[in-house]
Structures are given as C-alpha cells and as structure tokens.
C-alpha cells in the first residue's frame, strides 16, 4: 500500500462517526494551539481533508515510558483519541498488539513502504557505553536501532527530556554514556520536544502543521517548536503577581503556601524554563505543579538533574563538583580577597618598619 | 625631598564614567542580590505590593545606564587622552604588568612610577570590568529579551542562552559574576589607598579632580608618551605644584 492509498484524517473521521462539527472544532484548536491566524484554517482543514494519514513509527529506547503515559493522555478527548488514530501509529512496542518477530516485521514494512515518508517519534536517549551493552532491543543497541529507522524518516522528533538532552540516566556521572538523539542523528531534521513527560499536544500540533504547510513548524534557537517553547513558565504562571508583590512561600505549611503566593523560593525553576506547562496545562487544563503548589523543577531545560539541589533557588556549580551556590562561592571569594588585602597591608607595614630600623636615614624611608 | 608637579590625567568623561559606572554597579548589585534573595516577603494583598517588580524594573533600567555608559567609555578609547587608553596588545604593557607584578609581590622594592594605570591595574579592569562586565550584559540582557521571545532585544541577545545551555546557566554566571565587582572593589581600593599613602601622588584624589602628582624627573610610564595636552596641563598644574616631603611620616 503506498501513501497515496492511505485514507486521510478526514476519511478516518468519518468512519469512526466523528461529526463533521467536531472535526472542524479540531481544526480549530490546532490552528489556535499552533498560533496561527484564523486565516489558515481552511487550510489546516483542507490538508486534514486530502492528505493521508502520516505513519508514524515511535520507538522506546533508553526511558522510563512516562513520555508515552503522556502521549497517550491528552486532554482534549477528541485530540486524545485523534492523537492514537489520525497518525497511523505503525510501530510502537507499549501499545501495539503484536509483539517479537511480528512486531518487529511491522516495523520493517513501514521503513520499506514508506521510505523516506514516515515520521519517526523517539522516546529515550541513546546509551552508547561499553559498545552499547545497557540497552538493547531484539539484541541490537540503541544507536543501531535508531539509525537503522531514522535512514528512511522525514523528520525525527526527540520525544522528552531523554531524547533531547538524556535526562536522568545522562546526569553525572552518566554511567551508560546516554547521549541524546541529535549527537546521533545528525543528517535529519531533528525536533526537540523536551520535558519530563513533554505535553502530548505538541507532536499532534506538530504532525497537523507539517500536513498543512509541507514544512516542520518554526523551531526556537533551542531546536524546539516555537509553538509550545517560546515562553517561560515565569512569564505566564499563575502566582506571578505574588513574584512581583514580593510575596513567597517560605515553607511548604506556611501561611504564604495557603495563599498561594509565589514559590520562587522553594527552589522554582519557572523563571528560567521554557514550556508550555502555564499555558496548555496538563489534564486537559486541570493543573500544573506550580498551580498545584509545588515549585517548577525545570524538567524541559537540559540537564534539569543536575541542577539540584531541587529546592533551593540557586544550584551548585558546576553539577555538586564544589558544592557551593555561586553566592556561596562569591562569598568565599570575597572573604579570601580581604584577607589577602589585609595580609599585604601587614607586608607593606613591616616591609616599611623593617626599613626604618635599618637604615635610620630619613632619605630612605621614603620608598621612591 | 623631590619635587612634585601636578599633571592632568584623568579627563572629565573619564570621570564621568568612573562615577556613573560606580554608581550603577552599586545599584545593580543590591537590587540583584534582592532579586537572588528576596529576603523580605510583604504581606496583604498582592494588588498593594510591587516590590520586587520594582527592584526589578530598577535592576533593568540600571543595567541600561550602565551598558550605554560601557559603550561611551569604549568610545572614549579612541577619542580620549592617552592615560584612557588600554593597549594590551603591546609588549610593554606585559613587560609593566610583570614589574607591577614583582613590585606588589614584594620582589623588586622599587615602584615603576606610573602617571596614569599601571598595566596590572588595566589588567584587572579589562578582566572585571571589560571581559566580566560584557558577560554581565549579554546574560543580563538574554534573561530580560526571553519575555519577548520575537523582540530585537531576543534576537541580539537570546543566542548566549544555547551556547551556555539553557537559561539556567545563563542565571548562574549571572550570579557568579556578579560577586567579581565587590572583589574587584576589594582588590581596587586596596591598590590605589596603598599606591596613594606610599607614593604620594594624589591617586586617590585624582579621580575627583582630575590630577595626579608626578615626580619632575621621572613622570612617565615607560609606555606612555607624553601628549601635549598632558604637557601644558603639566605647565599649568606648576600653580598647584605641591612638594611633597615622603619621608613626613
Ligand atoms: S511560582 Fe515560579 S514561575 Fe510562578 S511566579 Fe513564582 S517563580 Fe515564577
């Protein structure tokens, strides 16, 4: 079957008894989520309308699978059940019913069919140490089995903190050498979509926008999709107006915690992190950790892990190796400098006394 | 007993800078550390409060004074006397720097007189002030530009963001660096109160009035050529020419 004779989202629709209102509400709300002008909504339509459906081939590599828990829980019911359906969801071991060699057969019939054609989702880093012994699939690494899909992709999307910068299992010491997908693939279109699990949405958003206009969505200078990643979660949270009252939870059983007020100094990462978590929200808009009280962790930024301690607002630098906040070291360094002025002070002083006592001449005390 | 003459160094832009530019890192630093640590939280409602907007807004047009008067003064390089000058690129800036170097270290007993920095003195001040204080702009200016990820002030800046990986980082060299101006402040007022007891020549004074005094027989550095300017200012600074008696302690 080639891609022309796959049936487009519109057709799927259709057949799963999704109204022709419903469907255009999709349209819709993809066309807002991307933040694209009302303008481009016949066209998002009319590309959901003809092009067939993109098969998708999803791998898990080096992870945890909380990134397909939130793939697979999308908000929106009709975006959750689009986002299972309208990409023909090829190869993916967590969800798929077959399992070994016919899983595996799945997998090579859509690399062979749809060559050059298929999106490529990668969850997981890739772990390239000691030739890759500490992740293997079907007994190939990591890196095997990522090259060997990626060859044919249009465009890989590196799905989650794992993919994007190696998340945990590639925080120091980083014993398996856990690399992330773009120091791997480096031939392709490599589109970041980090977070510790990243909000399902953007790979629809991401999938609908490569439909409507044949190009990838435009990328932030982070490699991430603009859509989604241009803003701070500082820049739209919801305890702003605590942060700029000056008003901050000290504890977490305080008074200031009952009111609401701004977890800035319970160690929030908000200031510093790109996402869209104070936007979209998870849950279908219910919530997000610093709505719900507990400070950001920054989990989309790279290397999230090793800028702990998580509940103090500055990290130690670099990655626990000092073990000093730059304060604390700025401190130490001030500390040492007047010291050090003082110490030389003392020299100068008896250098000069030291001169007065020898040569008791007035002419040579004077130090020119 | 020697004779002193007065000798106009610092020019009034020169001035003006040191000034503007003190007065900014003072500024700039207290509101940051306020900004770091908010140590005192406000309590009512959050509608009557906008304290740390404030130090906020303060902190940033603070960091704007501060960076046009960086580029004045890199202006003024070019345009200004020779004593405003910074000429690392020079043998003999190195070869100062070393003899400074011995001299503070207490190898060598006699002081290179100097008319205007010694260049372990413009050593530090291209470190701390030039190399550091461009940092300091570049991170400060990208943490402020991310609110308005499609603005130009994001497009000038924004690219330090992944080059130190994440904004994160961004903030901890913020922070770091920071802590350079007080020990440059150290370092700075050690220097010029020691050069200005031992040597007597109005170091200290100088950035006020603008003069230094300058022994007649050995009044420049070997890197530094006389200008005119600094000649007749020479001249007309015999009015105020003050001898000095070292040895008066
Ligand atoms: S809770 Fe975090 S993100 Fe929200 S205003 Fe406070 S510091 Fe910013």
């Not at chain 1, 953007?202 to 990643?229: D, W």
Request: hydrophobic share 40%.
């Amino acid at each position: 079957m080639s891609l022309e004779e796959k049936e487009s989202y519109y057709q799927w629709a259709l057949k799963k008894g999704i109204s022709r209102r419903n469907f255009l509400k999709f349209c819709t709300a993809m066309g807002a989520m991307l933040g694209l002008e009302a303008s481009a909504l016949p066209k998002i339509v009319n590309a959901m309308e003809t092009k067939p459906r993109i098969p998708v081939i999803y791998l898990n590599l080096q992870e945890c699978t909380c990134c397909s828990e939130s793939f697979i829980r999308s908000g929106h019911p009709l975006v959750a059940d689009l986002i299972l359906n309208m990409i023909s969801l090829d190869y993916m071991e967590v969800l798929q019913a077959a399992a070994g060699d016919q899983a595996e057969a799945a997998k090579q019939k859509t690399m062979k069919d749809f060559f050059g054609k298929y999106l490529l989702v990668v969850e997981g880093s890739v772990a390239t140490g000691d030739g890759g012994v500490y992740c293997t699939i079907g007994g190939k690494t990591t890196q095997s089995v990522l090259e060997e899909a990626a060859e044919g992709a249009l465009a890989v999307v590196a799905y989650g903190s794992c993919a994007v910068n190696a998340c945990v299992q590639g925080s120091a010491p980083n014993p398996t050498n856990a690399v992330p997908v773009k120091e791997i693939i480096t031939n392709k279109p490599v589109i970041n979509v980090p977070g510790c699990p990243p909000i399902a949405e953007v790979i629809t958003g991401t999938i609908v926008y490569y439909l409507t206009f044949g190009t990838l969505p435009e990328l932030t200078n982070q490699g991430r999709p603009k859509a989604f990643y241009q803003h701070r979660i500082h820049d739209n949270c919801n305890r702003r107006a605590f942060f700029d009252a000056g008003q901050f939870v000290e504890s977490f059983d305080d008074e200031g915690a009952k009111q609401g007020w701004c977890l800035y100094k319970m160690g929030c990462k908000g200031p510093t992190t790109y996402n869209a978590c104070a936007i979209t929200q998870w849950n279908d808009g219910l919530s997000y950790p610093i709505k719900s009280g507990h400070p950001c962790l920054g989990c989309s930024e790279d290397h999230f892990f090793d800028k702990g301690p998580f509940y103090t607002h500055l990290a130690d630098v670099p990655n626990h190796v000092i073990g000093k906040n730059p304060d604390q070291i700025g401190l130490i360094g001030l500390g040492v400098a007047g010291a050090a002025a003082g110490a030389h002070a003392l020299a100068t002083a008896a250098g000069k006394a030291g001169k007065t006592s020898t040569h008791n001449s007035p002419k040579d005390k004077s130090g020119n | 007993m020697t004779q002193k003459e007065q000798v106009y160094v610092w020019q009034i832009p020169i001035r003006l800078f040191h000034w503007v530019n003190a007065f900014c890192i003072t500024i700039l630093f207290i509101t940051g550390m306020y900004i770091g640590h908010p140590a005192f939280t406000v309590s009512g409602e959050a509608a009557g409060h906008f304290l740390m907007g404030t130090c906020h807004y303060v902190h940033v047009v603070t960091a704007l004074i501060f960076t046009a008067n960086m580029l004045f003064r890199l202006y003024w390089f070019w345009a200004g006397n020779d004593y405003a000058k910074l000429r690392f690129w020079r043998k003999s800036f190195w070869q100062d720097t070393f003899k400074t170097l011995k001299y503070y270290l207490f190898l060598s007993k006699k002081s290179t007189p100097h008319v205007g920095h010694n260049s372990l003195a413009s050593l530090l001040y291209l470190c701390f002030i030039w190399l550091a204080g461009s940092m300091m702009i570049i991170t400060g200016m990208a943490m402020k530009s991310g609110s308005d990820p499609n603005g130009t002030w994001f497009a000038l800046f924004g690219w330090i963001i992944p080059v130190l990986g994440g904004e994160y980082n961004v903030r901890i060299w913020h922070h770091l660096l920071a802590w350079g101006y007080p020990l440059f402040l150290i370092g700075h007022l050690y220097m010029l109160f020691r050069q200005d007891i031992l040597d007597k020549d109005g170091t200290v004074s100088s950035i006020i009035t603008g003069y230094k005094f300058v022994e007649t027989n050995s009044c420049a550095s070997p890197d530094l050529d006389l200008s005119s300017e600094t000649i007749s200012a020479g001249a007309l600074g015999a009015l105020g020419a003050v001898s000095s008696q070292n040895n008066s302690l």
